[in-house]
Structures are given as structure tokens and as C-alpha cells.
């Protein structure tokens, strides 16, 4: 009997004890579970943050400004304004080509602090892009708010930046859209505010703009120069015109510049000045280059061999390695000899990949074309990078030559500029003469040749005949058979 209750009661005992350790148990792997559940939840909280955050900022990336932008833009629906910006930073290439990645993030930071210290507490900034940052702010009682936040941020931006290796400089160009006059939903909006961001960057004078309907015409217009273009190129519809570069010392015709034209049925005249960098920016430059110059060359055949044919090479050409042989082969195929061409290269070419130019600039030169720097004084090139390439001429930009009778500091450049070209032995050509003043200038200064609506406008390749027998009562015919031209 009594082992029979001893039995019971230690049953009853392991089976209570049983009970008690798995609720224990169940209670600790609960509070175990719990925990668990909140770590996964804070590091999916994390890991969201993270992607919706610029990390090396900290700032809300563009998909979180898009969202916050497009949830300010519900609530305010036909009540407040909410303001845009785009704030689009120049400089920072240059801080990482002179300084290193660490400056540029140094710099980036930096600027970030100080366009947060300015906001107002409600107002959204966010890194969109790598060099873009953008603000909503969500209801404004007038423009001047938003104006007045983005001049300021432009100030601010025009104090140096301390970094590592010493101090950089940037500037910052603002685009601003507003909801509801310019938009009402997210990606309307943020399209405008970059069109006005776009013409805020090429803006030297006014960091600042608003959106204006007439920038959508603008894009219009550039879309359609381009469609045009293309079938412009494909129909070799564009043509060149030739302007006499004329010799001051002799005072006659040495050579053309060929300058494209191109007249559409439903533009009318478009300048080159337009669609050439259209050109450039769809990569239809090198198709429309090597076109002008064939036909250029097959020109040039007709005139007499004394005279040289001068042709424009735009920046982005010379970064194909390509661009010699391409040239040669032109050269090559219409019989058009090198030494009678002359490639016009800016400034801006010699800066960037300058590898490339000068290996194409090299493969020329060998063949014996002759290589003129254009529109000398407008670039940022520095003297010891032009003098790395070899050059033949230098052509004074027109800006200079202009302000000859009125500009005593234009006088005194051109001048510098023909004593540097004398003693480094190049030839001199002074683009736009346009009067007898600045002729007489530039004969009294030395400078070797001359170009401008003083001697003659382009012509086309029909027109040339017609141009020299026109000038024949003031012109000569030397032994050589070049026309001297009695301006
Ligand atoms: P550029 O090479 O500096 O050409 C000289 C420009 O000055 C030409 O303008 C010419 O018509 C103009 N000009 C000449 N004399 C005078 C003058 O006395 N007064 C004034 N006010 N202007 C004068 P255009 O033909 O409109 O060409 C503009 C620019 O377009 C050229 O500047 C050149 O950079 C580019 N361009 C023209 N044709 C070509 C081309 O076939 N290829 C490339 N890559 N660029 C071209
Ligand atoms: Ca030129
Ligand atoms: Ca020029």
C-alpha cells in the first residue's frame, strides 16, 4: 500500500515537475521569439532605412524624395503651394581630377551641412543624384520663399571648401518648380524643375530659375532640330560655305574656312551654332564631319593650288582615335593634298583626353596638315598645355578683334597675343575684321592674316568664281596665281 502511494505521489511529482520546466521552457522561447522578432523587425527597419538613405550623406535618396514629395503633394491638393528645387553642383569633377575621391566627399558632405543648417525645419532635403540634390518645401505662402532659399543656398555655396589637400570651389545652379501652377503630380513637377535647373547651369549670371512654359518649347524645338537633323545627314542636305582668309602682308586670298549651312524647309536657316552642338550631343557630329569634309574637299579641287582649305574639327571629334586615319582616308580618296589643308581645333579640345587629340593631331601633322588653335582667348586652356601640341597659327577670336577701336584691354591682348605668336613662330589669323580700324591695328601689329565681313561673308562653292571676278577690279593676280584682294 505504501509503496503503491509512494508510486503516486512521485508520479505526481515528476509529472508537476514535468509541467513546470516546459513552462519555463515555453516562456523563455517565447521571450526568446519576441526578441528575435524585434531584432528582425529594427534590422528590417534598418536595412529599409538604408536603402532609401544616401550613405555617405545620410540624407533621403531619390526614391524616399520622390515618395515624401509625392505624399506633400496629396495633402496640399488645392490648398497650399509646395515648392521643388533642384540644386545641381558644378566643380566637382574638377575636385576629383586636382584633389581625390575623399576631397569630392569631403566637399559633398559639406555642402550638405550647410543647404540643412539654412532649411526650415519642415522643408525636405535629399541627395537624387551624384552631384543633384533636391528640396520640397511643403507649403509656402509665397514664391519669395522658395527664391529666397535658393540665393541663399547659392551664397553659400560660394565660400570655399575646406578639404584635406587645401580648399575647393564649387557652384551650384537651382531649378524651381511649383505645384499646383507648374504641375500637380510628382513627375510633371520634377520634370520642370530640371528644365529650369538646365538653364539655371548655363547660366553664368542668374544661379536661379523658375520654371517658365517657354522651356517646354525650348525641349520642343531641340526635338525637332534633331529629328531634322537626322534626316538632314542621311539626304547630305547640309552644305559648306567658304569665307576668304586673306593675307595682310600681300593683301590677297590665301585660302577658305569652309562654315556648314543648312537650310530646312520648315525652320528656315539654322545657324551652326545650334545644331552643331546638337551634333555633338547625339553623336552625329563625326557622321556630319566627315561628310562636310568630303565634300569640302571635293570643293577645294576646283580652286587653284595656291589656295588652302581651312575646316573646323569640334572637341568631341578629336576624342576618336579614329579622326586621323578617317581624314587621311577623305584626303586619300578625292585627291585633296594635306599640305593644302588646314584643321581649326578650340581650345577646349586641348584640355580633355588630351591622349587622344594628340595622337590624331600627331597622325595630321606627319601626313603635313597644318593645325590652327580657333577662337584663341575664350578657353581656360593653360599656355604650357597648348604649347605641348604643336601648333601652326593662331586665330584671334572675334570677341577681341570687335572691341579693337573702343577697348583699350582689347588692344593690349592682341597685341600680347601676336608678340606670343611671333616668338613661338606661328602664323596669325584675326577672326570678324569688320572696319578699317581694326585692320590698320592689326597690319601695324604684325598679324599675318585676316578673316571677316571687311573682306567677305561665306559663299557657297558656286560662289566662288563670282566672289574673286567681283573683287578682280581691286585685285591683282600674282606669278603664283594667288588674287590679291584691295580691300
Ligand atoms: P568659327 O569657327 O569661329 O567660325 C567663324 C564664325 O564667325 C562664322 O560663324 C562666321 O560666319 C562668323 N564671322 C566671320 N566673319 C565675321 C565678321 O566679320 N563678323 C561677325 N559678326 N561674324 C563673322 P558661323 O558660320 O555661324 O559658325 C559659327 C561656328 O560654328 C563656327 O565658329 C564653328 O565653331 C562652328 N562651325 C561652323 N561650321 C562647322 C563645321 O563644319 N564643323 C564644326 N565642327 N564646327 C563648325
Ligand atoms: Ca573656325
Ligand atoms: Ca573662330
Not at 601689329?445 to 562653292?461: H, I, K, L, R
Request: aromatic fraction near 6%.
Amino acid at each position: 500500500m505504501d509503496t503503491a502511494l509512494n508510486d503516486i505521489v512521485f508520479i505526481i511529482f515528476v509529472a508537476f515537475f514535468l509541467c513546470a520546466a516546459l513552462t519555463i521552457f515555453s516562456v523563455r522561447r517565447y521571450r526568446d521569439l519576441a526578441r528575435e522578432t524585434k531584432a528582425r523587425a529594427i534590422a528590417e527597419r534598418e536595412a529599409r532605412d538604408l536603402v532609401r538613405h544616401d550613405p555617405l550623406t545620410g540624407l533621403p535618396n531619390r526614391g524616399l524624395f520622390d515618395e515624401k514629395l509625392d505624399a506633400c503633394l496629396g495633402l496640399a491638393r488645392d490648398k497650399h503651394q509646395v515648392a521643388v528645387l533642384l540644386l545641381g553642383l558644378d566643380g566637382f569633377k574638377r575636385i576629383k581630377d586636382t584633389h581625390g575621391h575623399a576631397a569630392e566627399d569631403k566637399a559633398l558632405c559639406e555642402f550638405a551641412n550647410r543647404v540643412a543648417d539654412i532649411l526650415r525645419k519642415d522643408g525636405v532635403l535629399a541627395r537624387i543624384g551624384n552631384d543633384e540634390f533636391g528640396i520640397v518645401l511643403p507649403a509656402i505662402s509665397s514664391l519669395e520663399v522658395p527664391a529666397n532659399l535658393a540665393h541663399r543656398i547659392v551664397a553659400s555655396a560660394t565660400e570655399t571648401f575646406a578639404i584635406e589637400t587645401g580648399a575647393a570651389e564649387l557652384g551650384v545652379g537651382i531649378g524651381i518648380a511649383i505645384a499646383p501652377i507648374d504641375g500637380v503630380n510628382l513627375h510633371e513637377l520634377v520634370r520642370r524643375a530640371e528644365r529650369a535647373l538646365y538653364r539655371a547651369q548655363g547660366d553664368s549670371r542668374s544661379r536661379v530659375r523658375f520654371f517658365e512654359p517657354e522651356m517646354d518649347m525650348h525641349v520642343e524645338r531641340r526635338t525637332q532640330i534633331e529629328r531634322e537633323l537626322r534626316s538632314a545627314i542621311t539626304a547630305d542636305i547640309i552644305e559648306p560655305y567658304y569665307q576668304p582668309l586673306v593675307s595682310l602682308k600681300g593683301n590677297c586670298i590665301i585660302g577658305f574656312e569652309a562654315l556648314a549651312r543648312w537650310e530646312n524647309r520648315t525652320l528656315g536657316r539654322i545657324p551652326p551654332d545650334v545644331f552643331i552642338p546638337i551634333a555633338e550631343e547625339t553623336g552625329l557630329i563625326n557622321a556630319l564631319g566627315d561628310q562636310l569634309f568630303r565634300r569640302a574637299c571635293f570643293d577645294a579641287n576646283a580652286w587653284p593650288e595656291a589656295f588652302t582649305l581651312a575646316f573646323n574639327i569640334s572637341p568631341i571629334q578629336l576624342r576618336d582615335l579614329s579622326l586621323g586615319q578617317r581624314i587621311l582616308s577623305i584626303l586619300g580618296q578625292t585627291g585633296f593634298s594635306p599640305r593644302r589643308l588646314e584643321i581649326e581645333i578650340t581650345e577646349s579640345a586641348f584640355v580633355e583626353k588630351t591622349g587622344v587629340a594628340k595622337t590624331v593631331i600627331d597622325v595630321l601633322r606627319q601626313a603635313g596638315v597644318r593645325i590652327a588653335l580657333d577662337d584663341f582667348g575664350t578657353g581656360y586652356a593653360t599656355l604650357s598645355q597648348l604649347l605641348s601640341f604643336r601648333l601652326d597659327k593662331i586665330k584671334i577670336d572675334r570677341s577681341f578683334v570687335s572691341h579693337l577701336n573702343d577697348s583699350a584691354d582689347s588692344r593690349v591682348i592682341v597685341r600680347a597675343i601676336l608678340g606670343l605668336a611671333k616668338g613661338f613662330g606661328l602664323t596669325t589669323t584675326a577672326e570678324g575684321v569688320e572696319d578699317a580700324g581694326q585692320l590698320d591695328f592689326l597690319v601695324a601689329n604684325g598679324c599675318t592674316e585676316g578673316q571677316g565681313y571687311m573682306f567677305s561673308d561665306a559663299v557657297p562653292a558656286a560662289g566662288i568664281n563670282a566672289l574673286l571676278n567681283r573683287e578682280s577690279g581691286r585685285t591683282t593676280v600674282a606669278e603664283d596665281g594667288t588674287r590679291s584682294l584691295h580691300a
